[in-house]
């Protein structure tokens, strides 16, 4: 149940905050120097990663939810313990690529 919830929460978290930041990152490089140097400020303050990262983990999170459903889909793991133990381990491996992910950007 707690993964279900998960999918639609960070499906809505992805479309209501994803847009409102893709849209305001395209709206700062089309607005000129003076407003990206705006968004990118905001975006590397503490807050603006707070923002990013649980956007990448939502973004994670979801794929591994929707991965789990498309596996369903064609029929398999409707097994009572293979569904529990996908259900489990999709946002914990949703975690660890966040991790991943940021680990790889912050090491660079």
Known sequence: ??????HRVTGDGLSLV?????????????SG???YATFAAVM??????????????A??????SGLRHFVLD?????ELQTNKLWAT???IIAILL??????IIFLK
Do not use: C, K, N, R
């Not at 590397?44 to 983990?57: A, D, K, N, Q």
């Not at 973004?59 to 591994?64: D, K």
């Open 18 to 30: 994803g847009l409102g930041v893709l849209l305001w990152w395209l709206g700062a490089m089309a």
């Open 98 to 103: 966040t991790i991943a992910f940021w680990a």
């Open 44 to 57: 590397t303050s503490p807050i603006g990663y707070v923002v990013l990262v649980g956007l990448t983990w």
């Open 33 to 35: 120097p003076e407003a």
């Open 59 to 64: 973004f994670f999170t979801h794929m591994m």
């Open 74 to 78: 064609i029929g398999a793991g409707y």
């Open 1 to 6: 149940m707690l993964t279900s919830i998960l």
């Open 89 to 91: 381990l999709a946002p």
